[in-house]
């Protein structure tokens, strides 16, 4: 069992349509990370955040503490937005990431 | 935002011979680079944590003689892969460490698909 899961692991949607990709974790952490990979393979990072809600342009993630989730939220979604999305954590003690599975985005126009 | 290079993006190489990857921070220092290895359809897998001027630490069953990392400078960090084989097949990703204002960033690169013949 992952220790860090994602929700869902497939997601297609029409243009336009709002997203939404959900990112539990089971301990605490000091920072969680969301991270944009296109096919072809490069990694691109998104978001670092420790606490509450950044944005960027169309792409806004949140992060709840308490309950140990996250979401990255992507508004008015666009074919350019597929690409696997991945949520991954790095725990207190030290630097090293643990990733999720990814959620496989797939915007058809 | 920072940037991290690899080199080269893509490589094929004969069974039995070495493939070097670098990994390069061009505009911070990295004391620590990470060497990540991902499978298809799979998430990336840390393969080895590499730390300036001293021994990278390996995550159990990667072989340090096998995949040889070197980090001489604050921006650049190799990874070496010797006698490779069919198997060594796989898409190798590297990241920087940036620790600007406490907090730790790590920045990827675009990774390097390697096909061993």
């Known amino acids: 069992k992952n220790e860090v899961e994602q929700s869902p692991q497939n997601l297609t949607a029409q243009e336009g349509e709002f997203i939404t990709i959900n990112c539990s974790y089971s301990?605490?952490?000091?920072?969680l990370h969301w991270l944009q990979q296109h096919p072809g393979g490069g990694i691109v990072s998104l978001f670092m955040?420790?606490?509450g809600k950044k944005k960027h342009g169309r792409l806004i993630a949140t992060i709840n503490i308490q309950e140990k989730h996250s979401s990255l939220h992507i508004t008015a979604s666009h074919p350019r937005d597929s690409a696997v999305y991945i949520c991954?954590?790095?725990?207190?003690?030290?630097?090293?990431?643990?990733f999720g599975e990814g959620t496989q985005l797939t915007v058809n126009p | 935002g920072a940037v991290v290079s690899q080199h080269p993006s893509r490589v094929i190489c004969k069974s039995g011979t070495s493939v070097k990857i670098e990994c390069r921070s061009l505009?911070?220092?990295?004391?620590?680079m990470f060497w990540y290895r991902q499978f298809p359809k799979q998430s990336l897998m840390l393969m080895a944590t590499?730390?300036?001027?001293?021994?990278?630490?390996?995550e159990q069953g990667v072989e340090k003689d096998k995949f040889l990392i070197n980090h001489a400078s604050l921006t650049l960090s190799t990874l070496t892969v010797t006698s490779a084989h069919p198997e060594d097949s796989s898409f190798y990703i590297c990241?920087?460490?940036?620790?600007?204002?406490?907090?730790?960033?790590?920045?990827f690169g675009p990774g390097t698909r390697l096909t061993v013949t």
């Open positions: 990241s920087a460490e940036q620790t600007a204002g406490g907090s730790l960033e790590q920045y």
């Open positions: 301990v605490g952490i000091s920072a």
């Open positions: 955040l420790s606490s």
């Open positions: 991954a954590v790095r725990y207190a003690s030290g630097s090293r990431l643990t």
């Open positions: 505009d911070f220092q990295a004391t620590t």
């Open positions: 590499s730390n300036e001027g001293s021994k990278a630490t390996y």
